[in-house]
């Protein structure tokens, strides 16, 4: 199995031992993202459409990197602090979609790095 390291300096630096991106075989796994700014290295999450707007961002540029886009989506896994933002989180989440979906879970959990409210990991298919 052969795999490609993808890295951009403009989405966040990883926070520990991983890589923001895999690319193997034609499928590319991003590991998850929070709302770091990779221009100034601070939380964007004034509130919680901020905070998922640059998660969405930080992707996005991954996503570029690897020369694909949002349309090549085929799963998302979506983990956030509090269920009662699920309806805030889907609005700005959807927008980045033009039509097709892509599979995906949101799942509740106690705590995120950096204290933060959402992480969205995602596979695309190149």
Known sequence: M?????????APA?????????????LLFISGQICIDPVT??????????ETHQVMHNLKAILQEAGLD???VVKTTIFITDMHQFGEI????????ESDF?????????????????????????
């Open 2 to 10: 052969s795999k490609t390291i993808i890295k951009t300096t403009t």
């Open 14 to 26: 990883p926070i520990g031992p991983y890589n923001q991106a895999i690319l193997t075989g034609n």
């Open 41 to 50: 290295g601070e939380l964007k999450n004034k509130d919680i459409q901020e």
């Open 70 to 72: 949002f349309s090549q």
């Open 90 to 97: 889907n609005a700005v989440y959807g927008k980045y979609f």
């Open 102 to 126: 892509p599979a995906r879970e949101t799942v509740q959990v106690s705590a995120l790095p950096k204290f933060v409210n959402v992480e969205i990991s995602m596979i695309a298919v190149k």
